[in-house]
């Protein structure tokens, strides 16, 4: 309807369009959107690649990665044939009210997880590290200088000192930087009342690059949640709180053996630990509806049975 009013012009329609989205917010909005892609974007590859090349480009790495996957497949097969578990099933209707009652207190449940063993430990990971080597790289066992460097000797592109202060030039002794106890030439008051002030005039802007580049002086701690928010580009639209709940109710209905893992993985670290303990009812629900995203499991190609990173030996 409105292309029909005679203001409206096909000759200005791109400018008009320009003005409108600047007027209505819609500009930074975008422009919030396309910087939070570019920093996930995957390198450019060639068009006929196959998903498996998209996903790591070096031959030995997706080997190893391979390999590695299969025999975490593998220990969790082994785990569910041993105690007669399947890797997922659907929760009673009973279990359901029961930990829908309880979604908030779960952190008081104590089930007895002993049955259920590490996937892995961290010497067989460490070990996997340590045996990666890059054909391409260098032949021959013959000991250099560079196989005592480090355990690992996977040849990585790393940055050297210039390149290294320049990036993290904020870090400099005559650069404030809120949240240390270093000496510095402007007061630490003086400096932190500015800090808060820029950072409140950020947050009004809502723009996403300068919010990432205002956190590396510092986060205050009244405008963390917002700014980093901001720099993540997250909202809580109806939509996003709308897939929360269908996420929350995959764990309601079913019971996956990932379950039992993260359950004992967070009681393992966070319920034991005077940092984490206040958030260990926060990390169960995270983590379980974390585990239903599919979206996130395409991302990282891994299936809803792998286990969490973190459940390893002891912490």
């Not at 791109?14 to 996930?40: C, R």
């Not at 089930?111 to 961290?122: G, I, K, N, Q």
């Not at 000496?183 to 723009?207: C, I, M, T, Y």
Request: aromatic share 10%.
């Amino acid at each position: 309807v409105s292309l029909h009013k005679p203001e409206i012009k096909l000759e200005s329609l791109k400018e008009d369009i320009k003005d409108f989205l600047k007027t209505s917010g819609w500009e930074k909005k975008l422009q919030n959107a396309v910087y939070s892609e570019l920093s996930v974007f995957p390198s450019p590859c060639h068009p006929a690649a196959p998903p498996e090349h998209m996903k790591e480009p070096l031959a030995y790495m997706r080997k190893a990665q391979g390999s590695w996957e299969k025999r975490i497949l593998k220990s969790l097969n082994s785990m569910c044939t041993e105690l007669s578990i399947p890797l997922a099933q659907k929760r009673p209707l009973s279990e359901q009210k029961e930990l829908l009652n309880k979604w908030n207190e779960m952190g008081t449940d104590e089930p007895d997880l002993s049955l259920f063993r590490p996937v892995y430990a961290p010497k067989d990971f460490l070990e996997v590290l340590m045996n990666l080597r890059n054909p391409n790289y260098e032949n021959g066992e013959q000991p250099t200088f560079r196989n005592h460097l480090g355990l690992i000797q996977v040849p990585l592109k790393v940055k050297d000192i210039p390149e290294l202060k320049e990036d993290f030039s904020e870090l400099g002794l005559n650069i404030g930087q809120l949240g240390i106890d270093d000496s510095a030439q402007v007061p630490p008051e003086f400096f932190e009342n500015e800090h808060v002030r820029v950072g409140q005039k950020v947050l009004a802007e809502q723009d996403s690059a300068a919010a990432q580049q205002y956190v590396r002086q510092g986060c205050p701690t009244a405008l963390r949640a917002d700014l980093w928010a901001l720099i993540l580009n997250i909202s809580n639209q109806p939509e996003d709180i709308l897939y929360y709940e269908q996420l929350k109710s995959n764990v309601i209905q079913h019971d996956l053996l990932v379950d039992s893992l993260i359950y004992k993985d967070v009681k393992l670290t966070a319920s034991n630990d005077d940092y984490y303990f206040v958030f260990e009812d926060y990390l169960y629900q995270v983590l379980l509806c974390f585990s239903r995203d599919t979206s996130v499991l395409e991302h990282f190609a891994y299936s809803s049975a792998t286990p969490p990173k973190s459940y390893i030996q002891g912490k």
